[in-house]
């Protein structure tokens, strides 16, 4: 199994241009290089037509109040679009509204929703608050539906690797509160549970966009050292079987990636308690191949692959027919 010649020589060229910090744990430095790679990435041919809009979410989680930073995506010439609440990806130590700009404006014009894009930053103290405020941002995004010029009667989710998950826990728990109330999940390159012995993680263990070493150190992150917690709200695969009706999932793994195997897994726990999930492997991407769909056509095809079932899944307008893509 190799890596898409296109994809892969424009990843060398980035690792020459943005090379890995010597300390790897200087998160800082992670971060930083992040923003500078996402800032490096190529853009449509043509541009979207796409609107744009920022605005703060108020939410309290753990008994504080924050504004979180979003930005909001609304395909012209489309009355009253499906909201999406979308989490974006940096293994909960790198990531921003800016990093993800092109992905969500993108996801936007493909399926034609408004993309409510937001920032939930990492705690100091671990998981507790983001997931918290992750799952209050979906509650205080239903009840903004008509301020917001959206579809009043309807909302998905979604997100890339960390914020996957994030997305993930939080409509479970939405769900269970107020059944109905989300109806698909759009899930990236999940980040699932701390295993970091799965075949997939030692096959990709160098991998050029998400090691095994940045994983272990993402989870540290969201964990905060507590590795023996089963915590629904900490992993995806937890001890317990998911509510007996989860909203629908489509879930897009990329075959070069660390978390490959567990989005396998998670699609098989959800499918045996009786959810509806769709899998969809990338052969030849790499984690965040999402991201860097402009820098590769195999990349472009496969991720309108996935948006064409998630479409397909949620009951919305199918996006262009990938094999259209150059």
């Not at 199994?1 to 430095?29: C, K, W, Y």
């Not at 726990?269 to 402009?294: I, K, N, S, T």
Request: aromatic residues 8%; proline residues 6%; glycine residues 6%.
């Amino acid at each position: 199994m190799t890596v898409d010649t296109e994809l892969l020589l424009f990843l060398h060229g980035l690792q020459i241009s943005h090379p890995v910090s010597r300390d790897p744990n200087d998160l800082t430095a992670y971060a930083d290089r992040y923003d500078a790679m996402s800032n490096a990435l190529p853009g449509p041919t043509e541009p979207l037509k796409v609107t744009t809009r920022t605005f703060t979410l108020s939410v309290t989680a753990c008994g504080e109040k924050a504004s979180l930073q979003a930005r909001l995506y609304l395909p012209e010439g489309v009355a009253q679009p499906v909201l999406m609440a979308y989490f974006h990806g940096g293994g909960w130590v790198a990531g921003s509204l800016a990093s993800h700009d092109a992905l969500c404006r993108q996801l936007s014009a493909d399926l034609q929703v408004a993309v409510a894009s937001v920032h939930v930053p990492q705690a100091a103290t671990g998981f507790l608050q983001p997931a918290e405020q992750a799952l209050r941002v979906l509650m205080t995004l239903l009840k903004a539906r008509e301020k917001l010029a959206v579809h009043t009667t309807r909302l998905l989710v979604g997100g890339d690797g960390s914020g996957a998950h994030l997305g993930l826990q939080a409509a479970w728990r939405l769900a269970r509160q107020n059944p109905g109330s989300v109806d698909a999940v759009l899930a990236i390159t999940p980040l699932v549970k701390p295993d970091f012995n799965t075949a997939s993680y030692i096959r990709c263990a160098n991998s050029l966009t998400f090691s095994r070493d940045d994983a272990v150190r993402s989870w540290q992150r969201w964990l905060g050292g507590r590795w023996e917690t089963w915590d629904e709200r900490l992993v995806l695969l937890h001890g317990n079987q998911p509510i007996q009706r989860p909203p629908q999932v489509v879930i897009l793994a990329a075959e070069h990636d660390v978390a490959h195997d567990d989005a396998v897994a998670l699609h098989d726990w959800l499918r045996e308690a009786g959810a509806r999930c769709e899998f969809y492997g990338a052969p030849g991407m790499v984690h965040d191949f999402a991201r860097y769909q402009y820098a590769s056509r195999a990349a472009r095809r496969l991720l309108l692959d996935g948006l064409n079932a998630f479409a397909d899944l949620a009951e919305l307008r199918p996006p262009k027919d990938s094999r259209a893509v150059a």
